[in-house]
């Protein structure tokens, strides 16, 4: 892996989820939230939010500015083109300084192709990052659509944030039952149920860390320290085989052995590995480095600034399908000991 | 295709910035232009204390307190002793402060530089006064001091006549060891540019964008204490071989104007990547000598450089015409000195209306935008724009950035 330099870019969130899940109205929701000024969101479906006259500050064919400083753009093209376009416009000073980018992908989409669009552009590289993906999961439907629909499985298993909507129509019970199944795939994301989208921009908005000084707990709510007992404690069988689990790490790794095992495991079962994030102590490196891939993409590994960092262990959380956690456990152990 | 909406880019009293955060400004009590000297001394009671020569009359320099990035406090503020005179450049060791002064006219005074006792940063004594006035000398543009014992610096002396008026400042090392008795050791200049040299004067650039062959930054490192890397204006870059500073030997001069319109005005060598960063001057308000760039250049064989990239440069429809200056300037110079900020990989430099930038150049073949931060205009600007003059990171990653004009003192976080 090429050794990334710095942690750069503005932040970008995907907002994935089922059709029917309630994207729309949560995006409906967010453009509106006072907290969502410099913000700039990408929507898919052109004409699918509604916005009221009132809310509209400046319009072209393509954009719009809210009179709360949100910038609102549509996706014509291709995400890649999109966000290079708007970063252009930002720098020329000819749209608002946005700060983060959130990107409605439709509700067919599978997200990892996303993911590896700001991984591998190197010129979005310099501009963008992934902040992380949110994924909302309908609770009225949401059970039949994990059941029957394998992009609404892999939207739940990516994702860091879960919304879980319309649990007003379905109840506390059927609502817990799908955060109880989302948890089993997925025991990392931070769940929180919302009706009509009420959901804080702020939550949304820090997820991965966003700087090299990035404090303990900043690195924790990226990489919860969870116990992946949940999905032990549920009688339910993974959804498509999909489980997460968090590796630790007491030793540090050296660059060839962690490149190995990340390199063996990608080419073996790349396509069912569907997310990994950790934070390695590397020997030689003062502070440890962030890693992150999606099925057989990494993103060049970014090193944090020392100082202050207590816990000698390194940490790597997995998001696989059919992989079982010894098998892993065994290649990293193996690489190890060579 | 986006289409445009009106956005901050079109106003230049609105910021604009990208992976830098503005923790403080300050406007220097009002006297807000600053010249292109910046310097930071860690004073015995702990502080940190950033020091910074004045563009213009009627002050010398100010220094602030900056121990608390977002808190800055003014420590003291000195005057000229009259207009005709700018310091415009300053550097310090430990305690020890250079000061250049540079005079309007030839035959004036005070034209040398001085050299200051700053333990107690609230009153600044003088030491000692180095005289490089004389009849065809301006005096001293710009100094570099970072060993405790030489001032490198672009200076007249009052025994060198230039063949034209444009050329009168080059390359001058003075051992200051004795801080009361400072002595001359070596000088350089480009042949043909002093009266009675054998070689012809060189070919003067467009009369346009003729501003001379003389010095301006003279850089040495501990790396090669053997090289000086010096911006020799419209002579290009310059590598001087100074193991025997009495007698400096030029190894290597890359000049790239014409086609370009001159000012070469630091050469920054990154070691551990055999390259140079080399930075223009932009002199021309409304874009006039545009283009002025931050080059990368391969040093691999020292005496063949060879550019292999430029930064990218900030978007011309934007800021040519804003008002002011649009162009490269200074560049952080990875000072060997403790409380300057190093990396061979991330390169900062201004771009007056177009503020500070930063590159990441860790792939030199491509490098990449990957900070910038545009200030609003200042109150009362002359040129209705920020003029951003010279930059300096500190070991802390915090960036000091100055106005050119009147807007004083810019203190940023990067965020990256």
């Known amino acids: ?96 300084d946005f700060d983060r980018v959130f990107v409605e992908t439709t509700g067919l989409a599978d997200p990892v192709p996303v993911l590896h669009t700001l991984q591998t552009d190197g010129l979005l590289g310099a501009q963008y990052r992934l902040n992380g993906v949110v994924t909302l999961v309908d609770a009225v439907n949401g059970m039949d659509q994990l059941d029957t629909q394998p992009e609404a499985v892999k939207q739940a298993a990516v994702a860091d944030r879960v919304v879980v ?27 929180k149920m919302a009706v009509d989208g009420d959901v804080d921009p702020a939550w949304l908005a820090a997820i991965a860390p966003s700087r090299a000084t990035a404090s303990e707990d900043e690195l924790d709510r990226w990489l919860p320290r969870v116990i992946d007992a949940v999905s032990a404690m549920t009688a339910r069988p993974h959804d498509a085989g999909i489980e997460s689990f968090c590796l630790w790490f007491d030793k540090p790794f050296t660059w060839p052995r962690l490149n190995a095992a990340l390199q063996t495991l990608t080419a073996l079962r790349g396509p069912d590995l569907l997310r990994v994030k950790g934070i390695v102590h590397v020997e030689g490196e003062a502070a440890p480095i962030v890693i992150q891939g999606a099925q057989h993409v990494f993103h060049p590994p970014i090193p944090l600034a020392g100082g202050g960092r207590t816990d000698p262990r390194s940490r790597i959380v997995f998001i696989v399908r059919n992989i079982p956690r010894t098998s892993i456990e065994s290649l990293f152990n193996a690489v190890g000991a060579l | 295709m986006i289409s445009t909406l009106a956005g901050p880019g079109a106003r230049a009293d609105q910021a604009l910035s990208f992976n830098m955060r503005l923790l403080a400004h300050h406007e220097l009590a009002g006297f807000g232009g600053i010249g292109e000297g910046m310097a930071m001394q860690q004073a015995k009671d702990g502080r940190r204390i950033l020091w910074m020569a004045h563009e213009a009359a009627p002050k010398n320099f100010t220094a602030v307190d900056v121990t608390d990035p977002r808190a800055p406090k003014m420590v003291v503020q000195t005057d000229l002793p009259h207009a005709k005179v700018r310091s415009n450049s300053l550097d310090i060791v430990g305690d020890t402060m250079i000061v250049a002064y540079q005079t309007k006219n030839v035959g004036m005074k005070p034209a040398g530089f001085d050299i200051f006792d700053i333990s107690t ?88 964008f003729d501003i001379g062959f003389r010095a301006h930054n003279t850089n040495v490192f501990p790396e090669r204490s053997d090289r000086a890397y010096i911006g020799y204006i419209d002579g290009g870059a310059v590598i ?55 080059w990368v250049v391969d040093a691999r064989v020292e005496s063949n450089l060879v550019p292999i990239a430029t930064c990218p440069t900030p978007p011309h429809s934007t800021f040519a015409h804003r ?13 060997p000195v403790p409380t300057s900020w190093r990396s061979d990989d991330i390169v900062i430099g201004t771009w007056f209306n177009a503020g500070v930038r930063a590159y990441d150049v860790s792939n030199p073949w491509q490098p990449q935008e990957v900070a910038y931060y545009v200030p609003a205009a200042p109150a009362m600007a002359p040129t209705g724009a920020v003029q951003l003059n010279d930059v300096y990171v500190d070991d802390r990653r915090i960036v000091y950035t100055v106005d050119r004009h009147i807007g004083g003192l810019y203190v940023l976080e990067m965020t990256f």
């Open chain 1, 1 to 96: 892996m090429v050794r990334g330099t710095i942690f750069s870019g503005i932040p970008v969130t995907l907002i994935t989820g089922f059709l029917g899940s309630g994207k729309t109205t949560l995006l409906g929701r967010l453009l509106r939230h006072p907290g969502m000024n410099r913000a700039a969101v990408v929507i898919n479906e052109y004409g699918e939010v509604p916005l009221d006259h009132e809310l509209v500050a400046a319009s072209s064919e393509q954009m719009t500015l809210l009179s709360n400083g949100c910038l609102c753009c549509t996706l014509r093209t291709d995400l890649q083109e999109t966000l290079r376009e708007l970063f252009v416009k930002r720098r020329a000073g000819e749209v608002i």
């Open chain 1, 165 to 191: 909507s319309k649990t007003d129509i379905a109840g506390e019970d059927a609502a817990r039952k799908l955060i109880d199944r989302v948890r089993a795939m997925n025991s990392f994301a931070e769940v």
């Open chain 2, 121 to 208: 940063p609230e009153s600044p004594r003088l030491i000692t006064h180095f005289d490089a006035s004389g009849p065809h000398s301006r005096g001293v543009h710009a100094v570099w001091f970072v060993d405790g014992e030489y001032v490198h610096m672009a200076s007249g002396a009052p025994d060198h006549e230039p063949t034209h008026p444009n050329d009168d400042q080059f390359y001058r090392i003075v051992d200051v060891r004795n801080r009361s008795k400072p002595a001359e050791a070596g000088r350089w200049w480009l042949p043909g540019t002093k009266k009675g040299d054998s070689a012809p004067p060189p070919k003067r650039l467009d009369p346009k």
């Open chain 2, 240 to 294: 001087l071989d100074i193991s025997d500073k009495a007698h400096p030997k030029l190894v290597a001069n890359w000049r790239y104007s014409p086609p370009f319109n001159g000012f070469c005005h630091t050469v920054l060598p990154l070691f551990s990547k055999n390259l140079l960063i080399v930075s223009d001057e932009c002199v021309k308000d409304d874009g006039v000598d545009w283009p002025k760039m931050v």
């Open chain 2, 323 to 335: 008002g002011g200056r649009f162009g490269a300037h200074n560049l952080h110079e990875n000072l």
